[in-house]
């Protein structure tokens, strides 16, 4: 897939591949923040003396990492979605000219707040190496949950190309389902149960391979550095549903869209003809 | 390992299971970097327009994550060492007083900028997916890089820990070679080529088991996503080679700290009781 060639894209083996290929770099990213305890004095708003800075202590170090990642133009790709937009700065790359693939809205989609909240409560207890604090590790504990947070957000708003893929292929049906507001109707039809299946499969396989040092597969009770079926229960539970959430939230906003490429054909174009004439 | 507890710091068997849990965050970040090609713009010095600075996109970006992570106490904890000194800010954390277990001089023990350069010239062209540039993926490659750049910094300065370890445990043989100046006789000292051999066999294995998706293991042509003989001359060439530069370098000064204290002793401990008789 390349952002640069829309045809690539919305293909959906493209996609497909994608997804799978994130499946490795969240569970490295589990694997690497399992070194630590789960710290919750990471998570709490204004545990530690911050100055100017009103939140937690992961929240100002990842918010101070987008905002040195937006200096290189990281939440100008596509498939990148903030979690601190109001920190992001002008870039001083020269600007890339994304075909545009998503509909207007797309960067409008954001669920970064329900990951994080998901994250920090119902994620790290069940990879961390035990439930207490560790006070010389908080630095590395929150960089661990903040390449964890940036792949799970990366791959749930992946749910933005899988949705206008669908909407191009499903044509009428999608479009129906979309005017009567009809979400169990649109779940629905985005759910493929056996491909949800083999996700999870797969993860559990993963999780094994990934997890566990191949030199010592013949010892005895063998651990898994974060157990494979907690990594399953972390996609049944959440990222498979928060993918879904991101799709129906596109999809039921997709026909605005329609509206105003409708009104400008109304216009007779007079819009496109001005904006393309140079003349502003 | 726990640096609050200095006994269990020269532990040699706790430094050996560090350094093997190191391999697999070496690893993964290869694998993560092997996403993108080798894109040398990004370490091509005043390559892009960026203000107020002299230096590569890559020296950017890590200097920055290093301003940032410094005010976390990230270069206060004993395993960490710098790219960038000079861009450390003071934490705004309260301080953590490491017990010392390293001689005094062990920060100014710093081979970064060897590790950097073979890095990018090296290390880089034999991971990264193919040898041109990307331009919309210079900030993930970058990204990537510093994840890499500091698991193997780490795994790297982890020597003077080895080497501290070995001058408390080969006593006077390894105080006799000091003062001779013999660094090939310190070098054989500290060499063990059976523990070298398992290493590169057990990285050969995890190159294979984490760089494959175990449910492709039984189609044709499997290949891994960073090659695992890739992985082996990597450390064989560079990692190993520079962890024992790290600990000859280390142990060349290790009698500094004794004449030092052999001075305190014969001027009757004054200093010692002045510093903690509280007067200062």
Redesign the interface.
């Known amino acids: 897939m390349d952002?640069?060639k829309p045809e690539t894209v919305l293909d959906l083996g493209n996609i497909r591949d994608a997804l799978?290929?994130m499946e490795?770099?969240i569970i490295?990213n589990f694997?690497?923040r399992s070194?630590f305890y789960a710290s919750p004095s990471v998570y709490k708003v204004n545990q530690?003396?911050?100055?100017n800075f009103d939140g937690s202590?992961l929240d100002w170090?990842l918010s101070?990492?987008e905002r040195?990642?937006s200096q290189?133009?990281?939440y100008d790709?596509p498939d990148e979605v903030p979690f601190f937009p109001n920190v992001l700065e002008k870039t001083?790359?020269p600007k890339?000219n994304?075909p545009s693939v998503l509909a207007s809205y797309a960067d409008e989609i954001n669920v970064n707040k329900e990951i994080l909240k998901i994250y920090t409560s119902e994620i790290v207890p069940g990879i961390a190496a035990g439930s207490g604090e560790q006070?010389?590790n908080?630095?590395s504990c929150?960089?661990a949950d903040i390449?964890c947070l940036q792949s799970l957000s990366r791959r749930i708003h992946f749910g933005r190309f899988v949705a206008e893929a669908k909407f191009i292929s499903e044509g009428d049906k999608i479009v129906d389902l979309i005017k009567k507001r009809d979400v169990e109707g649109i779940e629905a039809l985005i759910t493929n149960a056996e491909v949800e299946k083999r996700i999870l499969?797969?993860l559990l396989?993963?999780g094994?391979?990934?997890g566990?040092?191949?030199?010592l597969k013949f010892t005895q009770h063998i651990q898994s550095?974060v157990k494979p079926e907690v990594i399953v229960k972390i996609y049944k539970d959440f990222v498979i549903p928060l993918t879904k959430k991101v799709e129906v939230d596109y999809l039921l906003r997709r026909l605005e869209d329609e509206e105003d490429d409708d009104a400008t054909q109304k216009s007779g174009g007079y819009v496109d003809r001005f904006l393309s004439s140079g003349l502003y």
Not at 48 to 51: N, T, V
């Open positions: 952002f640069m799978v290929r490795d770099t490295f694997i690497e070194q530690f003396p911050i100055p202590f170090l101070q990492h040195i990642h290189v133009r990281r790709a001083f790359l890339i994304y006070e010389d908080l630095g929150a960089m390449e499969d797969r396989e993963k094994r391979a990934y566990t040092d191949p030199t550095k």
